[in-house]
Every structure is written in structure tokens, then in C-alpha cells.
């Protein structure tokens, strides 16, 4: 099966400081990417939609200053926490679509801000 | 805007019984998709069921089969013999063919089974 990969699984920041987390699609082309957040005990929040080569697509509330994305390649997509504060330590998982019905979900990414 | 609405906030059953687990969603839309995805405690999504709204069967993945009516916009997740690998929190989730083709989650049920 189609397989997404996240890194770093797990990071921990200071605040003020910016943090990367990639999303790859490892055996497959992913037209699409999707980045949510999570907070404990609750559903999935998409926060932007990103199709390859172009500016990612933010949902109402995401500030897109501070979650930069980037869609440079088919494969990989990151998102970029700027200017990181603790209410922005989260858990954020990533999801990619070749166009079909399907999305597959990366493993997720613990952020905390110290 | 479309919703999806899950009212079971936790459910239980006991190891190889059968349970259900509730979904209601809105849409002005006649075709679309439906999901049913688990995340267990390592916080995977797995895709467990999908759904096409155009498709009048019931799907169905081995233990794990869907009551989808369209007329009351109703998709309940069946699951036969309840094993303790199930534990999770399950999601509904809508998606539409038009647009950027986003999910729609619904709150989550969380799901408990005693062994």
C-alpha cells in the first residue's frame, strides 16, 4: 500500500524559534497534500491543502505567516511553524492524495514548545 | 458547508460481541465519498471502510461493514466479533468530489473492548 513518511516523529523547541516537519510519499506521487492538527482527545483540524508547484490553500482561522507550507516535489511537502509559541505545541499529521478517493496519513508529528 | 456529526463520544463492548458506532453527516452534494478510520494509540490513521455515495451496497471489510442511508444521510460502522486489537477512536469522515476533495472528520467515538 501507499506508504507516508513524517519527520521528526517527536520534537521539542523553544519558543521563538521555527520548526520544520516534513511529509514524504515514499512509493507514490502525491498531487495533494493535507496538514492537520490535533489536540488531545479531539478530531482531526484541517489547516491548509497544498497541490504541487503552487501556494498552499489555507482553511479559515490558519494563520499562513505563521504555518508556511511547501509543496516543492511530488514526494515531499513541509510544514514550517514559525515563531513557535506553547499554544502552538500540537500533535500535526500530514495526509497525501494522488487524486483518487483515497488519502494516506503520515505517522504524525508531537510538537512541543517549551 | 458540509458536517459530519458523531453523537457516541465513547462506546464499550465486550471482546467478540458485535457493536455499532453512530454517523450523521450534511450535504447538499448527490455524490461523494464516506470514510471510516481508526487511530489506534500510536496515532496512525488507518483506513478501516470506505463508501461510494452512488453505490446502493453496503460495503463491507471482513468483521467491519457500513449501514449507509443516503435518504438519512446516516453511515453507522458494524463490527463483528469484537477483538481487543480494536480499541481505538474512530472516525467518520465525508469527502466530496468537487473542490479540493478535503475530509470532513466527525468528533470521533472512542471504542473499548473488555476482554
Known amino acids: 500500500g501507499a506508504v507516508v513518511s513524517q519527520h521528526p516523529s517527536r520534537v521539542i523547541c523553544k519558543s521563538g524559534t521555527s520548526v520544520k516537519i516534513e511529509c514524504r510519499s515514499l512509493?507514490?506521487?502525491?498531487?495533494?497534500m493535507f496538514w492537520y492538527r490535533q489536540f488531545p482527545k479531539q478530531s482531526l483540524m484541517l489547516m491548509a491543502t497544498?497541490?504541487?508547484?503552487?501556494?498552499?490553500?489555507?482553511e479559515q482561522g490558519v494563520e499562513k505567516d505563521k504555518f508556511l507550507i511547501n509543496h516543492a516535489s511530488l514526494t515531499l511537502s513541509t510544514l514550517t511553524v514559525t515563531s513557535a509559541h506553547p499554544e502552538d505545541s500540537s500533535f500535526y499529521i500530514c495526509?497525501?492524495?494522488?487524486?483518487?478517493?483515497?488519502?494516506?496519513f503520515g505517522p504524525g508529528t508531537r510538537l512541543t514548545v517549551t | 458547508a458540509q458536517t459530519v456529526t458523531q453523537s457516541q463520544p465513547e462506546m464499550s463492548v465486550q471482546e467478540a460481541e458485535t457493536v455499532t458506532l453512530s454517523c450523521t453527516y450534511d450535504?447538499?452534494?448527490?455524490?461523494?465519498?464516506l470514510f471510516w478510520y481508526k487511530q489506534p494509540p500510536s496515532r496512525q490513521m488507518i483506513l478501516v471502510i470506505r463508501?461510494?455515495?452512488?453505490?446502493?451496497q453496503n460495503a463491507t471489510e471482513n468483521r467491519f461493514s457500513v449501514n449507509f442511508q443516503k435518504a438519512a444521510k446516516s453511515f453507522s460502522l458494524k463490527i463483528s466479533d469484537s477483538q481487543l486489537g480494536d480499541a481505538a477512536m474512530y472516525f467518520c469522515a465525508y469527502r466530496g468530489l468537487q473542490g479540493a476533495q478535503k475530509l470532513v472528520f466527525g468528533q470521533g467515538t472512542r471504542l473499548t473492548i473488555n476482554p
Open positions: 512509493d507514490f506521487q502525491a498531487t495533494t
Open positions: 495526509s497525501a492524495s494522488q487524486g483518487a478517493y483515497e488519502q494516506y
Open positions: 450535504t447538499s452534494e448527490s455524490d461523494y465519498y
Open positions: 497544498s497541490n504541487e508547484g503552487s501556494k498552499a490553500t489555507y
Open positions: 463508501q461510494e455515495a452512488y453505490k446502493q
